[in-house]
């Protein structure tokens, strides 16, 4: 399973931006896709996830009400549209996807990760 995330970039406090992540490869056994974010000196944390089948939608307090995770079964994709974007929400975002029913708060789940994308909230 390959996983492509796209749509980071630089946004004034407030803006928005929508991150996109496409798994291919052997999506069969999907049974979460999530985002986390890393910000300079600290661990990576829990942003948001989507459970494939049922569809169940999980947040960090943190995000919640400002962003929204979405996901299109069809094409494997998951979204993250973030509004009213913070300097603190400044990070890495990945996705990742996990294929065990499993907790999906923990990056324990998630056995696959896609490459990061750069959010830069400038205040």
């Known amino acids: 399973v390959q996983l492509q995330a796209s749509g980071g970039g630089l946004v004034q406090a407030g803006g928005s931006l929508r991150l996109s992540c496409a798994a291919s490869?052997?999506?069969?056994?999907?049974?979460?896709m999530g985002w986390f974010r890393q910000a300079p000196g600290k661990e990576r944390e829990f942003v948001a996830a989507?459970?494939?089948?049922?569809?169940?939608?999980y947040y960090a307090d943190s995000v919640k009400g400002r962003f929204t995770i979405s996901r299109d079964y069809a094409k494997n994709m998951v979204y993250l549209q973030m509004n009213s974007l913070q300097p603190e929400d400044t990070a890495v975002y990945s996705c990742?996807?996990?294929?065990?029913?499993?907790?999906?708060?923990?990056?324990?789940?998630?056995?696959?990760w896609g490459q990061g994308t750069q959010v830069t909230v400038s205040s």
């Open positions: 990742a996807l996990g294929t065990f029913r499993a907790p999906v708060r923990a990056q324990e789940t998630y056995r696959y």
């Open positions: 490869g052997r999506t069969f056994s999907v049974y979460v």
């Open positions: 989507a459970s494939w089948d049922p569809t169940y939608t």
